[in-house]
């Protein structure tokens, strides 16, 4: 326990909500309101990409780690972070689960955000089972990895939950980002290689369409009056939520 002590207090990287995603941009187009809305109750959050997106047919590595970084502002996170995985070659190898089961330890999230179970970009479906998997082995004592070349302690997170992509999912539970709205398209735009601009002589790409930036604001007001509300975000459990209090669901 005294060992697990010293640890916290030398990790000032620890954060309460931990997001992952395949690719940048992600994380912003899925769940950037639910993060900025935790961000402004006062929980701690960080953001991993596991690859630079170096296979997407618009912009480079490099404009998309400044988009990535710009995003990370806006949102308000604590740090973002990538794991430089190979881009549309993400697979479930031992060297990927441990190289998200070291960032899971690393920063010892209570709550983890990852990918849509399955979606149009089939790497988002291999990154969430990818995710999930290190979830589960990051919790096992006898797995060891170290880190600047210090053990690490075993760490599960309470809760792993996959946000909704491209591809409609029906959520199990939805959070409402009414006022969070304009913070994440403004997230979203970050992104600027990526997506609409019709000044861009790049090719185009399914979400590079205006109406794809439509979309979004589509989806998050559908998700939003499902549950009363102007714009939500849904996600999907790995087990049942509880709540010791009925007054506390919508």
Known sequence: MVYQKVNQLKNNKMVDILAFGAHPDDVELSAAGTLIKHINMGFSVGIIDLTMGEMGTRGTPEIRALEAEQAMKIIGAKFRENLKMSDSFVDLSKESINKVVKAIRKHQPKIILCNAVIDR??????????????????GLRKYETSQDGEVQIAHRAQNVYHYIQDEWIDPDFI?????????????????????????????????????????????????GRSIGKSFGEGFTTERPTGTNNLFNLY
């Open 175 to 223: 959070i409402d980002i009414s006022e969070e709205m304009d913070q994440k398209i403004k997230a979203v735009k970050a992104f600027e290689s990526q997506f609409y601009d019709p000044k861009s002589k790049e090719p185009n790409t399914p979400i590079s369409s205006k109406d794809f930036m439509d979309s979004i604001l589509s989806k998050a007001n559908l998700m």
């Open 121 to 138: 970009h089939p790497e988002h479906g291999v990154a969430s089972m990818l995710v999930s998997k290190a979830c589960f082995i990051s």
